[in-house]
């Protein structure tokens, strides 16, 4: 049974940083895209940030370029977020997902994280 199982959310100030992670199992994810997604509360779950199966490749959503980074170590079936200027338009639920291709909506993804809770203050 494939699980992701998400950690490293919190509370922050604005202008800090967090990172998230992602632990995969159930089977050999070092051939799938992983990405993250977010739903703040009232909203719809977008993009976050993907990452190809070689770690060689990743997209952003413009909202989070430049201050997000998503890494993954294969070797653990670890996907991470790292997170910098946090704002408080970030706070939201995060959700790490696995698929394939670099797709930026949810239908791309087969499997789905249950979410960490990240909240930035003011």
């Known amino acids: 049974q494939v699980q992701l199982v998400e950690s490293g959310g919190g509370l922050v100030q604005a202008g800090g940083s967090l990172r998230l992670s992602c632990a995969a199992s159930g089977r050999t994810f070092s051939r799938d895209t992983m990405a993250w997604f977010r739903q703040a509360t009232g909203k719809d779950r977008e993009f976050v940030a993907a990452i190809t199966w070689s770690g060689m490749n990743s997209v952003y959503a413009d909202s989070v370029k430049g201050r997000f980074t998503i890494s993954r170590n294969n070797a653990k079936d670890t996907v991470y977020l790292q997170m910098n200027s946090l704002k408080p338009e970030d706070t939201a639920v995060y959700y790490c997902?696995?698929?394939?291709?670099?797709?930026?909506?949810?239908?791309?993804?087969?499997?789905w994280g249950q979410g960490t809770q990240v909240t930035v203050s003011s």
């Open positions: 997902a696995v698929g394939l291709g670099m797709g930026r909506t949810q239908i791309d993804y087969v499997y």
